[in-house]
């Protein structure tokens, strides 16, 4: 099948480099070819519908592949079948994925629809394929920020005390591996470790006395909320 990918962000990137073609870029839609079986618009939830607005008419399918947006976002679209393609994985331009370790929930506007998106993700290395109509997708899509995006950011303000410290970031990686890895064999709440799940008083406040010190006033309101959670749900 033929794939035209349009956007050059960081799902675009990824996709183009996947489907084996170049990114064309939403704000102009130069270049896109007439003869596609698959239309990929990777770009910002917001903007979903204002690209769709502006798309010429296809013989191909038309995807998005955004979490939080309706396939309905593509109906206004003149094509052969419209859906949504959505990777539920961290992606970035600089580090390329296989396909195979990219899950992906998938949405047609009918059965047929449904089916050419599957056979085209699997034709170009997509394994791991779920159907999910837009509740679900959303509630994958929230799921995601509180595993992914949180979680970076959290070891974000980690290598922000080490380099404080003059510590070599690196350090926590094979804490963060072996938290990851145990995920594998335990749910996180029996994973779940540190002062917050003894209920160690001392040590929190020390830990928040500790943050203060550094002049991270902000991090100690993070850190409080985070423990009160772990604490109220051991």
């Known amino acids: 099948m033929k794939v035209a990918v349009i956007g050059t962000g960081n799902v675009g990137t990824q996709f183009a480099r996947i489907f084996e073609t170049e990114p064309i870029s939403p704000r102009t839609l130069e270049n896109m070819p007439s003869d596609a079986d698959l239309y990929i618009i990777s770009v910002s939830d917001s903007v979903v519908r204002e690209v769709a607005e502006r798309f010429p008419a296809v013989e191909g399918i038309v995807v998005h592949t955004t979490g939080s947006v309706g396939m309905e976002a593509l109906s206004c679209i ?29 949405e047609g506007c009918d059965y047929e629809t449904s089916g050419r998106i599957e056979d085209c993700a699997r034709e170009y290395g997509f ?10 997708r959303r509630k994958v899509h929230l799921c995601g920020t509180f595993a992914c995006n ?3 950011a959290m070891i974000g303000i980690s290598q922000k005390i080490l380099s404080e410290s003059g510590i070599d970031s690196k350090i926590i990686q094979p804490l963060v591996e072996e938290t990851i ?54």
Request: glycine share 4%.
């Open 78 to 106: 003149e094509c052969k079948g419209y859906g949504v393609m959505y990777p539920f994985q961290t992606i970035s331009k600089a580090r390329p994925l296989p396909p195979s370790s990219i899950p992906l929930l998938i």
């Open 127 to 136: 394994t791991h394929i779920e159907k999910a109509d837009s509740e679900k």
């Open 150 to 152: 949180f979680t970076n």
């Open 181 to 234: 890895a145990k995920l594998r064999s335990l749910p996180a709440k029996d994973a779940q470790t540190g002062p917050a799940a003894r209920k160690d008083l001392y040590t929190l406040n020390t830990h928040k006395e500790l943050l203060y010190e550094l002049g991270m006033a902000e991090e100690v309101d993070i850190y409080s909320l985070i423990s009160e959670y772990i604490i109220n749900h051991r």
